[in-house]
């Protein structure tokens, strides 16, 4: 028997907030392992990622999938961009973690979803409307603000927007889905990340083979916090509208937001606050111009 439309909906609704609400609270988990080199966690997450990108694939029948994409040159190459940027981006994350710039985090991908308006704009040469440009303008000027509060541009939040932004447009001109080209570009960095983790293995610098059992358990456990929330918005992905996972996606910053805050205590001034309130007002715009454009599409004959 086949599920109704209306629960497969349902589903996606809560897929996508179970997949951005673990994306807010993931600092959580990348400070227990405060004192690994972030580098050297990203290593671990491509690597134990891959393998559970594999095991995923296979559980879920995306092998031909996978094998299309490897064999796809023109996919391959914006896969290796693409992964690239992702691991950029990784790297700046677990990064700003770790030096407590949890907000400049949340400031990042508050605004990434301006920052991948503009890159539409001037990559593939689409126009904005003119609550877009309105959003723009308000997101720039917090960003202005906190750079003016904190005596320079808050580059985190600025590199992070810049490589989520980057990584999202490749993977939509790449020709495959989401499971499929996360094992690819996962698989394409993995020599590297892998070669590294034994260089540091071999000169005792590592955390395998010179660690106690927690610290190896939880890099082990990077793979399925890789894949798990990909997993499920993907899934969302399928079920709901693109313009309701626009606005489930402020759940991920808002979470770092407050675990910046209230757990890490992390300096929240008047800068800050009317940074955010300027970039708060411009996702406000950008989601109410996106809602009329949705409801204006669907009426018109």
């Given at each position: 028997m086949t599920t109704p439309p209306r629960d497969q909906a349902r589903l996606g609704i809560v897929l996508g907030v179970a997949a951005y609400s673990?994306?807010?609270?993931i600092p959580l988990y990348w400070r227990l392992l405060h004192g690994i080199d972030p580098i050297e966690i990203v290593?671990?997450?491509i690597v134990w990622g891959l393998a559970t990108f594999v095991a995923l694939a296979a559980a879920m029948g995306a092998w031909p999938a996978v094998i299309r994409a490897a064999?796809?040159?023109?996919?391959?190459?914006?896969?290796?961009?693409?992964?690239?940027?992702l691991s950029a981006n990784w790297s700046i994350f677990i990064y700003a973690v770790s030096s407590d710039h949890v907000l400049h985090a949340s400031l990042g991908y508050f605004i990434n979803p301006l920052v991948s308006v503009l890159l539409g704009m001037v990559v593939l040469g689409e126009r904005l409307r003119r609550l877009q440009w309105v959003a723009v303008a308000l997101a720039a000027a917090g960003v202005v603000q906190i750079t003016l509060g904190a005596g320079g541009l808050p580059w985190?939040?600025?590199a992070l927007a810049l490589t989520f932004g980057g990584y999202g447009l490749l993977r939509k001109v790449a020709p495959v889905d989401a499971l499929a080209g996360?094992?690819?570009e996962t698989a394409l960095v993995a020599p590297v990340a892998a070669g590294y983790l034994v260089y540091l293995a071999a000169t005792g610098r590592g955390v395998l083979g010179h660690a106690e059992a927690l610290p190896v358990f939880l890099v082990a456990l990077t793979g399925l916090v890789t894949a798990v929330p990909l997993v499920w918005f993907t899934a969302a992905a399928r079920r709901v509208p693109l313009s309701t996972l626009g606005l489930l996606q402020y759940l991920a910053p808002t979470g770092q937001l407050f675990i910046g805050v209230l757990i890490f205590r992390e300096p929240f001034d008047v800068h800050r606050l009317a940074a955010f309130?300027?970039?708060w007002a411009g996702l406000a715009v950008f989601?109410?111009?996106?809602l009329l454009f949705q409801r204006a599409r669907a009426v018109a004959p």
């Open positions: 673990f994306w807010g609270v290593a671990h997450r064999r796809d040159r023109r996919a391959v190459r914006v896969l290796l961009l693409s992964s690239a940027l985190i939040a600025v996360s094992t690819v309130a300027c970039i989601s109410a111009d996106l």
